[in-house]
């Protein structure tokens, strides 16, 4: 027994009855004409089944589609709610009715319905060219549109993926995945948790986009076996998998440096957002500096005064000791002032270069972003990302690249 049946009337009235007879849905929306609706009580009085409610929807204009389907749209939602039905579990047939109101009936369940059907035969009046003899109908299924439908939404899907907006993508899988048959589902559950992972990625939740990576990495596995059109893609993921290793499980900071580069990347070369591309970048040379203090057992938010050299001790307590928890806690300049003292490499470089690394630094800390209201250039995120990339003794082919989606 079907949950629901919109079901349009119009003409023979058994197609409708045998339609009905086939399917015993326990709810019945009937959509009819003002010419027709008279046939509703006569076709739920040759019903063979028990149902548990029924309704009608009645268009206006039966050889007009826009206003059939016009009342269905207006209709059919607050039916349904009412019936508690989700929109995906209704059949519809669209055997009755004019042409008019078969197109507006398909058109106005496109979006969420699941299963057609349609009541053809073998035999019918007018040498073959009329109607269905009646005792000679026969069901005919139509196949879940979304199936063939979900192609033009996959290229959606990559195109959001391509340009940054995980989100997005994974929005429109999930709506596909409810929408496609369920022979169909498993396929979009494998893109999902594959998207999932990577907008869990994007937002540095590494240790959940590494579980949820992996859950869609094993299944495309197993449905690419023999494709060779997704080698290339399993590659990268798999990668992608063993980076996110090196940050999940091994605590690697120079691995985080580079994801913090890497996602600054897809900001600025992407999605054109340098304010948030040099946000990430800035973040990316305290990580380094921090890496730096880290190898000598310095905890740059809780230094210890015996860790500060002599000729700098009394300045470092007096400017950065919280007054509230009495830590040691170093911003950037800073971080670089203290390994400069100890002797550090990074340290000196920062302060040789200090005048170039100012005037980068300083646009940073006048975006919209930081303390101030300018909006940085594409200029200034190239020059700040080469610095980076200097500092960390780093090239861009060390850094993690997210694949190119073709689903």
Same mark, same amino acid.
């Not at 010419?35 to 050889?63: D, G, L, N, R, W």
């Not at 090196?246 to 070369?269: G, H, P, T, W, Y």
């Given at each position: 027994?079907?949950?629901?049946?919109?079901?349009?009337?119009?003409?023979?009235?058994?197609?409708?009855?045998?339609?009905?007879?086939?399917?015993?849905?326990?709810?019945?929306?009937?959509?009819?004409?003002?010419?027709?609706?008279?046939?509703?009580?006569?076709?739920?009085?040759?019903?063979?089944?028990?149902?548990?409610?029924?309704?009608?929807?009645?268009?206006?204009?039966?050889?007009?589609?826009?206003?059939?389907?016009?009342?269905?749209?207006?209709?059919?939602?607050?039916?349904?709610?009412?019936?508690?039905?989700?929109?995906?579990?209704?059949?519809?047939?669209?055997?009755?009715?004019?042409?008019?109101?078969?197109?507006?009936?398909?058109?106005?369940?496109?979006?969420?319905?699941?299963?057609?059907?349609?009541?053809?035969?073998?035999?019918?009046?007018?040498?073959?060219?009329?109607?269905?003899?009646?005792?000679?109908?026969?069901?005919?299924?139509?196949?879940?549109?979304?199936?063939?439908?979900?192609?033009? /939404?996959? $290229? *959606?899907?990559?195109?959001?993926?391509?340009?940054?907006?995980?989100?997005? #993508?994974? @929005?429109?899988? %999930? !709506?596909?995945?409810?929408?496609?048959?369920?022979?169909?589902?498993?396929?979009?559950?494998?893109?999902?948790?594959?998207?999932?992972?990577?907008?869990?990625?994007?937002?540095?939740?590494?240790?959940?986009?590494?579980?949820?990576?992996?859950?869609?990495?094993?299944?495309?596995?197993?449905?690419?076996?023999?494709?060779?059109?997704?080698?290339?893609?399993?590659?990268?993921?798999?990668?992608?998998?063993?980076?996110?290793?090196?940050? /999940?499980? $091994? *605590?690697?900071?120079?691995?985080?440096?580079?994801?913090?580069?890497?996602? #600054?990347? @897809?900001?600025? %070369? !992407?999605?054109?957002?340098?304010?948030?591309?040099?946000?990430?970048?800035?973040?990316?040379?305290?990580?380094?500096?921090?890496?730096?203090?880290?190898?000598?057992?310095?905890?740059?938010?809780?230094?210890?005064?015996?860790?500060?050299?002599?000729?700098?001790?009394?300045?470092?307590?007096?400017?950065?000791?919280?007054?509230?928890?009495?830590?040691?806690?170093?911003?950037?300049?800073?971080?670089?002032?203290?390994?400069?003292?100890?002797?550090?490499? *990074?340290?000196?470089?920062?302060?040789?270069?200090?005048?170039?690394?100012?005037?980068?630094?300083?646009?940073?800390?006048?975006?919209?972003?930081?303390?101030?209201?300018?909006?940085?250039?594409?200029?200034?995120?190239?020059?700040?990302?080469?610095?980076?990339?200097?500092?960390?003794?780093?090239?861009?082919?060390?850094?993690?690249?997210?694949?190119?989606?073709?689903?």
């Amino acid at each position: 027994m079907s949950k629901a049946m919109l079901i349009s009337v119009g003409g023979s009235i058994s197609p409708i009855i045998c339609s009905l007879n086939k399917h015993k849905p326990k709810f019945i929306i009937f959509f009819a004409s003002k010419e027709s609706e008279y046939q509703v009580s006569e076709i739920v009085k040759k019903i063979s089944f028990s149902y548990q409610a029924t309704e009608k929807i009645v268009t206006p204009s039966a050889e007009i589609m826009e206003e059939s389907y016009f009342v269905l749209w207006q209709r059919l939602p607050s039916i349904l709610e009412r019936w508690k039905i989700r929109p995906s579990q209704i059949i519809v047939d669209y055997t009755g009715g004019t042409k008019s109101m078969s197109v507006a009936i398909v058109l106005a369940t496109l979006d969420f319905c699941k299963k057609y059907s349609y009541i053809g035969g073998k035999e019918r009046t007018k040498e073959g060219l009329g109607v269905v003899v009646d005792g000679k109908e026969k069901m005919l299924y139509v196949k879940n549109p979304w199936d063939k439908y979900a192609v033009s /939404v996959r $290229k *959606k899907i990559s195109l959001f993926f391509n340009e940054c907006h995980y989100d997005s #993508a994974l @929005r429109e899988v %999930e !709506i596909l995945k409810e929408k496609v048959s369920k022979q169909e589902e498993s396929f979009y559950s494998m893109w999902y948790d594959l998207i999932k992972g990577y907008a869990l990625w994007d937002k540095f939740r590494h240790t959940e986009a590494k579980r949820e990576l992996y859950k869609g990495f094993r299944k495309l596995q197993i449905y690419a076996y023999n494709k060779r059109r997704y080698k290339k893609l399993l590659d990268c993921i798999d990668k992608n998998l063993k980076f996110l290793e090196r940050i /999940v499980d $091994k *605590k690697e900071i120079e691995m985080l440096i580079r994801d913090l580069i890497a996602n #600054a990347k @897809r900001r600025a %070369e !992407i999605e054109k957002k340098f304010d948030d591309a040099v946000a990430r970048l800035y973040r990316a040379l305290e990580k380094i500096a921090e890496n730096e203090l880290f190898k000598i057992g310095i905890n740059h938010s809780n230094v210890k005064d015996s860790q500060i050299p002599q000729n700098i001790r009394d300045k470092f307590i007096g400017k950065y000791k919280d007054e509230q928890d009495g830590k040691i806690k170093l911003p950037l300049y800073a971080k670089y002032e203290l390994l400069k003292e100890l002797g550090n490499q *990074k340290g000196k470089d920062f302060f040789s270069q200090e005048k170039e690394i100012k005037k980068i630094l300083d646009a940073r800390n006048s975006s919209i972003l930081a303390h101030g209201d300018i909006s940085i250039k594409e200029e200034r995120y190239k020059e700040l990302l080469s610095l980076v990339l200097n500092f960390g003794k780093l090239q861009e082919k060390d850094l993690p690249v997210f694949p190119y989606l073709e689903m």
